[in-house]
């Protein structure tokens, strides 16, 4: 069935380095997003990509979809302690449907 | 709008023992969604509707049920408890035109 790999599974970084989290797709996605879950939280969405080669920005994360829509990264410049948390990636089961197929997650954490 | 709730926040079962899982949306969602959460393995998709009195399995529906009598309220069902139902409970919703999930704060089942 279809699968959502997600790369890599923890990341340790430094305050103020930067941080990318990988996912790839074993079929083409009509749309792809991005959630985040704070420790002890749920997920919250972020952004929904939908073309292809799409860039989005949202202050110091940068979301960006591939030309073949079968992976994207999320990249974070200068992390921040806030930014402590997993990162999922997600995309629809079937094109047009709202069934959801997440990623495993990243797990960021940031030494201060 | 409380969004999407869940109840109850924590819960301990003993194995056999069956219980059901609360979650009610108060945006008039048309798409709700059940998923469970292991570490390692992101968000797996139990049970899922796109409408009152329509659901669909997902990825792991042995063990649950679910049923949508109203728009509001998905209740997941498990008839007899197994340690490896041990997990957190998600419950997502979602708008007709869109394929941002709103997630609840979770339920965390231990199954003794």
């Known amino acids: 069935g279809q699968q959502v790999m997600q790369i890599p599974q923890y990341q340790h970084v430094q305050e103020g380095e930067d941080f990318t989290t990988y996912c790839n797709s074993s079929?083409?996605?009509?749309?792809i997003q991005w959630y985040k879950q704070r420790p002890g939280g749920h997920p919250v969405f972020l952004i929904q990509l939908v073309k292809s080669g799409e860039v989005k920005k949202q202050k110091r994360l940068t979301f960006q979809f591939g030309e073949a829509k079968k992976n994207s990264s999320l990249h974070i410049t200068a992390t921040q302690t806030t930014d402590v948390g997993t990162y999922f990636c997600?995309?629809?089961?079937?094109?047009?449907?709202?069934?959801?197929?997440f990623g495993q997650g990243t797990r960021l954490t940031i030494n201060p | 709008n409380a969004g999407v709730t869940q109840t109850p926040k924590f819960q301990v079962l003993k194995t056999g023992q069956s219980m059901t899982l609360q979650c009610a949306q108060d945006?008039?969602?048309?798409?709700m969604s059940w998923y469970r959460q292991d570490p390692g393995m992101g968000l797996r998709l139990i049970h899922y509707s796109v409408g009152a009195g329509i659901t669909d399995q997902g990825e792991v529906p042995n063990g649950y049920n679910v049923s949508r009598s109203t728009t509001e309220d998905f209740p997941l069902r498990l008839l007899s408890a197994a340690p490896s139902q041990t997990s957190v409970y998600f419950c997502?919703?979602?708008?007709?035109?869109?394929?941002?999930?709103?997630f609840g704060p979770g339920t965390r089942l231990t199954v003794t």
């Open positions: 997502a919703s979602t708008h007709g035109s869109s394929y941002e999930q709103y």
């Open positions: 945006m008039n969602h048309e798409y």
């Open positions: 997600a995309g629809p089961r079937v094109q047009g449907a709202q069934k959801l197929v």
């Open positions: 079929t083409t996605l009509s749309n």
